[in-house]
């Protein structure tokens, strides 16, 4: 049984930063590639960032490009999401997931965290 479980997030003014941690069960955790994705209220959950099993390779959406940070710490069976110059629009739950694609959308990813709500303020 595979448990994901995030961590950091809270209220924050706009430009000011957060950094969500995701900590993941299983003793095989440096297989996996880690996402997280985010969903506002009304809107449909949209991908955010991705960081394949060895932390060498990273994606991003445009929207957190240049702002948000992803990696991961395969000893401690974590992945974070270091948000940078937070905008309102960055307000959303945010989830971690783990699947087996950079690329996978959200669906193709079998397993996912609760979810922790960012909220940013203007």
């Known amino acids: 049984q595979v448990q994901l479980v995030e961590s950091g997030g809270g209220l924050v003014q706009a430009g000011g930063s957060l950094r969500l941690s995701c900590a993941a069960s299983g003793r095989t955790f440096s297989s996996y590639v880690m996402g997280w994705f985010r969903q506002a209220p009304g809107k449909e959950r949209e991908f955010v960032a991705a960081?394949?099993?060895?932390?060498?390779?990273?994606r991003y959406a445009d929207s957190v490009t240049g702002r948000f940070t992803i990696s991961r710490d395969n000893a401690k069976n974590t992945v974070s999401l270091q948000m940078n110059s937070l905008k309102p629009e960055d307000t959303a739950v945010y989830y971690c997931a783990r699947g087996s694609s950079l690329y996978a959308a959200a669906n193709e990813y079998p397993y996912w965290g609760q979810g922790t709500q960012v909220t940013v303020s203007s």
């Open positions: 960081i394949s099993g060895t932390g060498r390779t990273t």
